[in-house]
């Protein structure tokens, strides 16, 4: 059978290029809806689905990996970086607006396919209700590879910006707090998956927690939907960090701390990197903070209340299915009551519709319980 294909992106590419080494490559790409159109608040999972959808139509493989694979993801992806506001139940994107979308690639294999998606981008993104125009793409963060980002020049202090809500896993929770340890943990996880120079995780730690200090910050937090099911809170801002007299001790950790700063605005910061939290910029002010919507805090906050709910009810049973349970069934209940169709939320939750209907029903009748 023939397959209809979608028109293609003409637009100019002799900046779009890199060698065959590059390791990590950011790009944006300008994205203009055709019309004044209404979204729904976790719009961040048809991103997350169209590009590896793009992925699949190239290198099916590699889609497959992207998806499947246990390790950490070597790619990131932003929300839309705009003028987005609240409306009604949704979220409004406005024609004739642009609005920015990052991509990175964080390993050799996905930066080898970036270079060819750009070659032949697509000419629109639908999302649903939303259909957005690629107007222009560039690079964002600079073609480079793990070797080089140990021998990049640096400041004596070094400053992050968060963009996007950024949280961290710990103890079964969500921390929301820029501690060093954690923040140098997450960029060191992409370090040893995918530089070919794994560093001892323990060690690097314990050499953060002693030698790394916290200069000045100013953080603010907000709760935010979590990908595919659940919300979080995290923290948007900015931190400046320095090192003490002893860190220089040990040559190798002192290199390292640097070279993880360089990192951060390719992997983000964090967990949910793939779905849009995390975004994270060198600098003190040189970007603005992207705000959350009402609606989509809103509708975080219902997830959140939910789940505390049914864990309370499933308590008896115990484990992390039980919890997992809860989560599901709040993720459900609450973008249902926010007017989606539950085949909308299955496919997003990658879930057999009946299971969703049926998780649908059961959510509802223990609400009534309370």
Known sequence: ???????????????????SDTELVGLVLELVPKEDASIYPQYAIALHAWFLDQVRSIDPELSAYLHDGESEKPFTISALDGEIVSSGRAVQLSANTTYRWYVTALSQRVAEWMGRWVENL?????????????????IAHTPTTYAQLLNFEHQETLTLKFLTPTSFRRKGHHFPLPVPVNVFHSYLRRWNDFSGKPVDQDAFLNWVDESVLILRHQITSAKVLAGKKG??????????????KEASKQPEFYQLFYALGKLAPYCGTGHKTTFGLGQTRLGWSSATATDVTEVESLLAKRIEDLTAIFKTQRKRTGGDRAE????KWATILARREMGESLQVIAEDLEMPYETVKTYAKLSRRALKLE
């Open 1 to 19: 059978m023939n397959k209809r294909l979608p028109k293609k992106v003409n637009l100019p590419k002799s900046n779009l290029s890199w060698s």
């Open 122 to 138: 697509p000419a629109e993104i639908n999302l649903r209700n939303a259909t957005l125009q690629i107007r222009g793409f560039s």
């Open 231 to 244: 919300a979080v809170t995290g923290f948007t801002g900015a931190i400046e960090l320095g090192l003490t």
């Open 324 to 327: 997992e349970i809860a989560l």
